[in-house]
């Protein structure tokens, strides 16, 4: 797919593999999980505070998570950003589909931690062209539903499901 220097830091990009599913489907359920879980320090103790899907119980999650990433990535692409001089150092990766010629959907964009804010995210969106709509509010894509002003449509991926 090509490759990137930036200010930053280079990576490249490419296709994902059978090798990256592993991956992929980890990173994508516990990061939208972990999401939806605020810690709020209160004195020397840290309280847990859920929110939406985290208020399932895990096994429950889990598995509707899992069969909704079963669907999706048949039906996607996904572009993986990894170290040009090690392609299975995985960066980050952007699910995504066309709907129709006009609108591009953004099923999940994930980055990891320790590469956050050096705008990978951005760069695996750029990628895409033009995009209309994204279906899952992980840190990575909510910080792109803003910027790029995409509809954001959470139930668009549980159809059907």
């Excluded at 803003?146 to 499901?161: C, R």
């Amino acid at each position: 797919m090509g490759l990137y220097t930036g200010a930053s830091m280079e990576i490249k990009f490419r296709d994902h593999t059978e090798a990256d599913l592993a991956f992929i489907y980890s990173s994508w359920i516990k990061s939208f999980r972990e999401i939806n879980i605020k810690k709020i320090r209160e004195g020397d103790e840290v309280k847990e505070y859920k929110t939406g899907c985290a208020l399932w119980d895990i096994d429950v999650y889990f598995k509707r998570q899992r069969q909704i990433i079963d669907r999706v990535i048949p039906v996607s692409f996904v572009s993986i950003a990894c170290s040009p001089e090690d392609a299975g150092q995985i960066i980050g990766f952007i699910v995504y589909r066309d709907y129709s010629p006009e609108i591009r959907i953004v099923s999940y964009v994930y980055v990891k931690h320790n590469f956050r804010k050096l705008g990978i995210a951005r760069r695996l969106y750029e990628q895409l062209g033009p995009c209309r709509v994204a279906t899952h509010g992980g840190v990575s894509t909510r910080k792109l539903i803003q910027k790029a002003e995409l509809v954001y449509d959470p139930f668009f991926d549980y159809e059907g499901a």
